[in-house]
C-alpha cells in the first residue's frame, strides 16, 4: 500500500478541521472546545485517531491527553468516567489522584460508616481507602485531612462534602479531580491536557430531566479545567451547549465533516487500487463519496475477481461481500449485533457458531478499517453493522443476540471478588451488556425484575448495586399499579430499591420506597 492511501485512510485531507485543532494548539483562551460532526460514515472517528497520531502520541512529552468513547455505556455515568479517566492518568503517569481519593475515601465512609461492609476484603478500591482512613479514640474510622497539604479553597472544599448527602458528594468528584489534573500538568510541564470525548451523541441516551443535565457535568469539567485544556468533541449533531448556557455560543466551535470532493475521491480510489475507470465513477455516483462507502469499495474492488459497476450503494456492500472470506463474512454478521468486543470474544463466536478461522484470519478481520480500536477494545463501523444485519432473516438475528447475552451472562458469573477489587467498573460493564441483550431478546417485564433479583443478591456483598438502581427506577413506570397480579412485584421492587438506597447512605431515598411499600398494603376502605 503506498503512502498516498495510508493518508487518504486516516482522511487527513479534512484540512480545515485540522487546522483550527491546530489553531487552538496555538492559542490560549479560556474555554477551548472543538466540536467535529456529521453523519455516520463520514470519518469522524478516523479523524480523531490521526489527531492521536500525528499531535498527541508523537509529542506524548508536550501533551497529556485523555479519551473518552462513549461507546461505552458504563462511561455515560459520571462517577464512572471520573474515576476511569483517575486511573489511566495514574497508571500512565505513575501520579497520585491523592485530592480524588480523599473525596472518594468521604463518600465511601458516608455509605458504609453503619455498615459491616465498611472493611469487607472484597470491597472496590479498598487497598487506596484503607490507606485514607485514621482510627479516632473510640476505634472508629474517620477520613483525616491535613490542613496545608491541599490548598485551602480545595481543603474547604473536602471539609464541606462531610456535611452533604452521597449523591450531592459524588456530583462533586469531578471538581477534585480537576484539581489532581492540573497539578499534574504543572509539575510533567505539559504545555495543554488534550481531551477527547468520542461517539458524544450517545449520552443522549442517559435518563435525564432536561437535555442539559445528561452532560452538564462535562460543561463543568471543561470549565473548571479552563486554560489549561482543549477538548474535542466528536458527534452526531452539532453541539447546542450555547442553550445550556449562553457563554458556549463563542466558545465552542462547531465544524461539520462532510462527504469527499468526486476529485478527492477518485484519487482515493486510484491509490488504493481501484484501477477501472468505469468502476471508479460507479463508485463515486452510489455512494457521494461518502468516506465509508469509499473506504469499503477499496476492498470489494482491488480484487482481480471482475465485478459489475455499482448503480446503487447496496451494490457496493453485495460486492464486499462477494470477494471476502465466507468464514470472516460469518463473523461478522455475528459481531453486527455487539456494541463492542474483544479478540476473547471472537474466539467464543467462532467456537459456537463453528465458524471456521484461523489466528491469521483473525488478525485480517481485526485490521478493517471498518473496525476501530482502543486499548483492547474492537467497535465495528455503526454503518457497516447497519448494513450487514439488514442482509440477515430474523432467526439469524435472534441467534447472534441471545449468544451475546449468554457471553455476559458467563462473564457476570465468573466475577470474582478479586477481578472486582481491581475493576470495580467491571460489574458495570459486563451488567450493562446482559441487560441490554436480555431486553431486546426477551420483552417480559417479570423476567427482567427476577434477573435483577438474582444479581443483586450475587453481588450485594462486592457493593455494586448502584447499576441495579436506575434499572429498578425505569422497570416501575412499566408496571400498572391498577392491576391485582402487579402489586406483589412493586413490593419486592419497592423493599429491593429501599435496601439498595439504604446499602449507599441515601437514608431518605430508603425511608421513601419503605414507606411506598406500606401504602401498598394499606387497606383501600376502613371496615365499619
Known amino acids: 500500500m503506498s503512502e498516498a492511501t495510508n493518508l487518504y485512510d486516516t482522511y487527513i485531507d479534512r484540512r480545515v478541521a485540522e487546522g483550527m485543532f491546530r489553531q487552538l494548539l496555538q492559542t490560549n483562551e479560556s474555554y477551548r472546545v472543538l466540536n467535529i460532526y456529521g453523519n455516520i460514515g463520514t470519518g469522524k472517528s478516523r479523524f480523531k485517531e490521526h489527531i492521536k497520531q500525528k499531535y ?9 491527553f485523555l479519551e473518552l468513547d462513549f461507546e461505552n455505556r458504563v462511561l455515560h455515568t459520571p462517577i464512572n468516567a471520573v474515576m476511569y479517566m483517575a486511573k489511566e492518568l495514574q497508571n500512565r503517569y505513575k501520579y497520585n489522584f491523592v485530592t480524588l481519593w480523599k473525596a472518594y475515601a468521604i463518600l465511601w465512609h458516608k455509605r458504609y ?22 482510627i479516632d479514640k473510640k476505634g472508629n474510622p474517620i477520613v483525616e485531612l491535613v490542613k496545608g497539604f491541599f490548598r485551602d479553597n480545595i481543603y474547604k472544599e473536602l471539609e ?11 456530583k462533586k468528584l469531578y471538581l477534585f479531580f480537576v484539581a489532581d489534573l492540573q497539578e499534574l500538568i504543572k509539575q510533567k510541564k505539559f504545555k495543554d491536557a488534550i481531551i477527547l470525548l468520542d461517539n458524544y451523541h450517545l449520552l443522549n441516551e442517559r435518563e435525564a430531566v432536561t437535555k442539559c443535565q445528561r452532560d452538564e457535568w462535562i460543561r463543568d469539567l471543561i470549565a473548571r479545567i479552563s486554560k489549561d485544556a482543549i477538548t474535542m468533541i466528536f458527534s452526531r449533531e452539532s453541539l447546542e451547549w450555547k442553550k445550556c448556557n449562553i457563554i458556549w455560543k463563542s466558545q465552542a466551535k462547531s465544524y461539520k465533516m462532510d462527504n469527499f470532493s468526486p476529485q478527492d475521491a477518485t484519487r482515493y480510489l486510484q491509490e488504493s487500487g481501484v484501477k477501472k475507470d468505469e468502476i471508479q465513477k460507479g463508485i463515486v455516483n452510489s455512494s457521494g463519496s461518502n468516506p465509508f462507502w469509499l473506504s469499503l469499495s477499496k476492498y470489494a474492488y482491488s480484487s482481480s475477481i471482475p465485478l459489475k459497476t455499482p448503480v446503487i450503494k447496496k451494490d457496493i456492500l453485495d460486492s464486499f461481500l462477494t470477494t471476502q472470506n465466507k468464514e470472516i463474512i460469518a463473523l461478522l454478521k455475528v459481531l453486527a449485533h455487539t456494541r463492542f468486543f474483544n479478540t476473547n470474544f471472537i474466539k467464543r463466536a467462532i467456537d459456537y457458531f463453528g465458524i471456521a478461522l484461523s489466528s491469521y484470519d483473525i488478525d485480517t478481520v481485526i485490521s478493517y478499517n471498518f473496525i476501530k480500536t482502543h486499548n483492547s477494545r474492537f467497535v465495528l463501523d455503526e454503518l457497516f453493522a447497519k448494513e450487514i444485519i439488514a442482509t440477515q432473516n430474523e432467526d439469524e438475528i435472534k441467534e447472534a443476540k441471545v449468544f451475546i447475552f449468554s457471553y455476559y451472562e458467563n462473564l457476570l458469573h ?7 477489587k481491581t475493576k470495580p467498573i467491571l460489574i458495570d460493564e459486563v451488567l450493562e451488556e446482559a441487560w441490554h441483550y436480555l431486553t431486546s431478546i426477551n420483552h417480559d417485564i417479570t423476567d427482567h425484575i427476577d434477573w435483577l433479583n438474582y444479581y443483586v443478591d450475587r453481588f450485594f456483598m462486592y457493593a455494586a448495586w448502584e447499576p441495579f438502581i436506575g434499572r429498578y427506577l425505569n422497570i416501575i413506570p412499566k408496571i400498572d399499579p391498577t392491576r391485582d397480579e402487579n402489586i406483589k412485584r412493586l413490593e419486592i421492587l419497592y423493599n429491593n430499591l429501599a435496601g439498595l438506597y439504604e446499602s449507599i447512605g441515601e437514608v431518605d431515598l430508603a425511608k421513601e420506597y419503605y414507606n411506598k411499600v406500606v401504602q401498598l398494603n394499606r387497606p383501600s376502605k376502613l371496615s365499619a
Open 56 to 64: 498527541l502520541l508523537k509529542d506524548a512529552d508536550r501533551y497529556l
Open 160 to 170: 464541606g462534602l462531610k456535611s452533604l448527602s452521597t449523591k450531592e458528594i459524588e
Open 113 to 134: 460508616k453503619n455498615s459491616p461492609l465498611m472493611y469487607a476484603t472484597d470491597l472496590p478500591y479498598i487497598d487506596e481507602i484503607k490507606k485514607l482512613f485514621k
Open 414 to 420: 465468573s466475577l470474582d471478588k478479586e477481578i472486582i
